[in-house]
C-alpha cells in the first residue's frame, strides 16, 4: 500500500497582500486585501475567500458557511494544512494584520474592527501571534529598530 504525502497549504502560500492603495479608504476588508492566490485546493481557495470577505469568526461559524459539521471541517482542514481550522484562521489574520499595521497609517481600533476584533482583542491577539504589541511593530518596520515607550 503506497501512502500519498501532501505539502500543507499554508496561509502565507495564499495570501497576495494589500491592494496598492489601501489607505485611500476604510471599506470592508475584502475591498483592503488582494485576492488570493489559488492554492489548487478549492476547499481552502473558498476558506481563505470567506476570511478574507468575514475576518474573525470561529471556527465554527466557517463549518456552518461550508454546510458541514464543525469537527469534520476541522479535520478535514487539519489533514490539506497540518494545523487546525481555528490555527489556520489565525494565521491569515496575522498576516493582514501585520500588512495593515505597516504599510497603512490606520489607528489599531480601526484596524481590529475590519478584521473584526475589538481594540483590546486585537492588541491581545496582536501580541499573541507577532510577540510585539502592534506600535512596536509599526516602529519597527518603518525605522528598523523598537523604540521604547519612554525613552528612545
Known amino acids: 500500500m503506497t501512502t500519498h504525502t501532501f505539502t500543507p497549504i499554508t496561509p502565507k502560500e495564499l495570501y497576495n497582500g494589500l491592494v496598492d492603495k489601501p489607505s485611500e479608504a476604510i471599506g470592508k ?42 469537527r469534520h471541517f476541522d479535520g478535514a482542514i487539519r489533514c490539506m494544512t497540518g494545523m487546525s481550522a481555528h490555527a489556520w484562521i489565525n494565521e491569515y489574520l496575522r498576516l493582514v494584520a501585520c500588512d495593515l499595521v505597516e504599510h497603512t497609517n490606520f489607528n489599531f481600533k480601526a484596524i ?18 507577532q510577540h510585539m504589541q502592534p506600535w512596536e511593530y509599526r516602529t519597527l518596520k518603518q525605522t528598523g529598530r523598537v523604540k521604547g515607550f519612554f525613552y528612545d
Open 112 to 129: 481590529g474592527k475590519l478584521i473584526g476584533f475589538s481594540q483590546s482583542s486585537f492588541s491581545q491577539f496582536f501580541r499573541a501571534y
Open 29 to 70: 476588508l475584502s475591498e483592503l486585501i488582494c485576492e488570493n492566490k489559488p492554492s489548487g485546493n478549492s476547499y481552502i481557495d473558498m476558506l481563505a475567500n470567506l476570511v478574507r470577505k468575514h475576518g474573525k469568526r470561529q471556527a465554527a461559524d466557517y463549518a456552518r458557511m461550508f454546510g458541514a459539521n464543525s
